[in-house]
């Protein structure tokens, strides 16, 4: 079984550029959230994809968006980056609908740096 | 108000020791889920132990336990005969969900507390 992969692992970006991250879901599953966590804070929610589409989302501007291909792997578009951008962006993977636990699976991240 | 208050940012902790984080939570939704991960420095998010507030037994994972009392809105994470390798960034986390969906508003994560287990 193979795990939630991103790349890249590390970026560094100049504000005003864009940015896309990605990230490989777990073998069966077919939900993928992204989550961006600022340095010595908790994530926070971004989006979540369920079979692709985009079908819930936190507090973040639509420079932030998304997409999820057919075999559920996810990318993350941001545009017109700034200096708060900077941060961990982690991929979690799951099996969407209500089957109870819906256990987020994380990948290693994406640190991107604005400068 | 915040969702999910982790009040302690810190801990130091004599291996072998057991350790209680706290974690304390709002919501008004009956259906949630609990959630606790682990995130060493390389930033993985580790998933340690689920509670689900219709579940009327605390979960219990190996050395984890979850210590939820509802009434109080806590969901404490007990970690028995701590380890060195348990050094790391620990997250509460909940997801709100109702009867329609699977927590489509992702999970809501607490600021953390760094447990340090010290020889």
């Known amino acids: 079984e193979t795990g939630v992969t991103q790349s890249p692992t590390h970026l560094i970006k100049t504000r005003g550029q864009q940015v896309t991250l990605r990230c490989s879901s777990q073998s069966g599953h077919n939900t993928v959230s992204w989550y961006q966590q600022a340095l010595g804070q908790g994530p926070q929610f971004i989006f979540q994809y369920y079979r692709e589409e985009e079908n819930g989302r936190g507090n973040f501007p639509p420079r932030f968006s998304g997409l999820q291909f057919p075999n559920y792997s996810s990318e993350l578009n941001v545009n017109a980056l700034e200096l708060d951008d900077s941060a961990l962006y982690l991929c979690a993977s799951s099996l969407g609908g209500w089957t109870g636990i819906n256990e987020q699976y994380f990948g290693p991240g994406t640190r991107l740096t604005v400068t | 108000a915040q969702k999910i208050t982790q009040t302690q940012p810190g801990m130091f902790v004599q291996e072998k020791e057991a350790v209680t984080l706290d974690c304390t939570y709002d919501?008004?939704?009956?259906?949630?889920?609990l959630f606790w991960y682990k995130q060493p420095s390389s930033g993985e998010m580790i998933f340690l132990i689920y509670?689900?507030?219709?579940?009327?037994q605390n979960a219990t994972e190996g050395r984890y336990s979850l210590n939820f009392q509802k009434a109080r809105k806590s969901a404490n994470l007990v970690i028995s005969a701590s380890q060195l390798g348990d050094s790391a960034m620990y997250f509460c986390a909940m997801r709100e969900g109702g009867e329609t969906g699977g927590g489509a508003d992702g999970l809501t994560f607490g600021k953390g507390t760094h447990l340090i287990i010290q020889p």
């Open positions: 509670q689900g507030s219709y579940d009327q």
């Open positions: 919501t008004s939704d009956p259906s949630y889920g």
